[in-house]
């Protein structure tokens, strides 16, 4: 029997994601989470799902960051990403990281059992003219991905700070941490990122298309 995770903060998208696979699919194991944290805690529970349905934007996954963690911890279960946004960055970047399809929300029910299908045998799946305009751009920086993984989660959102411009006592307001703290962080940050600033941190989150929710 085929086992699925969804990964999705709208539980009427996941009931009716649900009611839809079911019916295109057959007799399937569905499972569900509702942020980063429940969903990596599914995964280490269930290391045999056969695939994951990942929301970019769900709480703690910060768009890319969710993700890159989960390929860099659970780098043999399948992922297939499902976003409401069909920007053609963002596909490229999420398909970099690791995911084997990309299924717009918006898709019809036969669209997700199709991509569901390809992966499961083994393919990449990608809407057609998606695919073909991804041709025409660069591929991101995987090397930077990787290192962005090895983040903590409080520290990719003093990264996500940074991007937006907060001095570091309003990064310690934020977070109820004292400023110290927070320079811990950013020393960290930077070591891992091998960068040496401000503002290159702000360019690893603009040109990873990385935001904090």
Sequence with gaps: MISLLIADDHPLFRSALVSALRDQ????????????????????????VD???????????????GLIRIRSDYADIPVAVISGSEELTVVANV??????????????????????SAILDG??????????????LPK??????????????????VLCYL??????KQIAFELNISEATVKAH????????????RTQAVLVVSDLNLQLN
């Excluded at 393919?123 to 025409?136: R, V």
């Excluded at 920086?141 to 409080?154: G, N, S, Y």
Aim: charged residues 25%.
């Design 140 to 157: 991101p920086d995987l090397d930077m991905q990787k290192r962005v993984a090895e983040l903590t989660p409080q520290q990719y959102k």
């Design 186 to 197: 950013i020393t960290a940050i930077f070591r891992k990122l091998n960068i040496n600033n």
């Design 95 to 116: 398909i970099e990281a690791g995911a084997l399809g990309f299924i717009p929300k918006t898709s019809e029910p036969k669209v997700y059992a199709e991509a569901i």
């Design 123 to 136: 393919d990449s799946w990608l809407p057609e003219q998606i695919a073909q305009q991804l041709e025409h």
């Design 25 to 48: 699919l057959g007799e399937v194991e569905i499972q569900e989470s509702h942020d980063l944290e429940s969903t990596l805690g599914c995964l280490k529970a269930n290391p045999d």
């Design 163 to 168: 991007h937006e411009g907060l001095l570091n």
């Design 51 to 65: 695939l994951l349905l990942l929301d970019l934007n769900m709480p703690g996954s910060g768009d890319l960051y």
